[in-house]
């Protein structure tokens, strides 16, 4: 199963490991879930992870980051252009990411990714029940 994975989880899962965010992150160490990325979207983490009001160990964000590196499906995305409009043009390597892939985008904030771009939008709570799910009905 795939996934593009928001900043938001990444920060919730490493604040909060035990809620679904975590389970998300879980995941990807498991190799149940493969995140799909870009340099855009990468470069994004690299920025949000280490800001000090977060306080998130470095450690784990080295981690973190090296785990998604080493098991990401990456892709290539276009520049933004500015169309279509989006709530917050930061979103646009996710969004492009997740259309390359075929895949949804698992986020704790679902308004920046409008529903007539073709995305497939979920919260963490629903990817975990969704690969759940999945997972048993493939066994």
Not at 90 to 108: E, M, Q, R
């Amino acid at each position: 199963m795939r996934a593009v994975i928001d900043t938001n989880i990444l920060v919730s899962g490493l604040l909060r490991p035990d809620g679904p965010p975590g389970a998300v992150l879980r995941q990807v160490a498991l190799l149940t879930l493969e995140p799909v990325a870009c340099r855009e979207i990468m470069a994004e983490y690299r920025a949000v992870l280490p800001r000090r009001r977060l306080r998130l160990r470095p450690d784990d964000i080295d981690d973190v980051l090296s785990l998604f590196e080493a098991q990401a499906l990456w892709v290539e995305v276009p520049a933004y252009d500015g169309s279509p409009p989006l709530p917050d043009p930061t979103d646009w390597a996710f969004i492009a990411c997740a259309l390359a892939a075929g895949c949804p985008v698992v986020t704790g904030n679902a308004k920046h990714f409008p529903a007539q771009l073709g995305v497939k939008v979920m919260t963490a709570r629903e990817w975990v029940g969704w690969a759940a799910e999945h997972s048993r009905a493939r066994s």
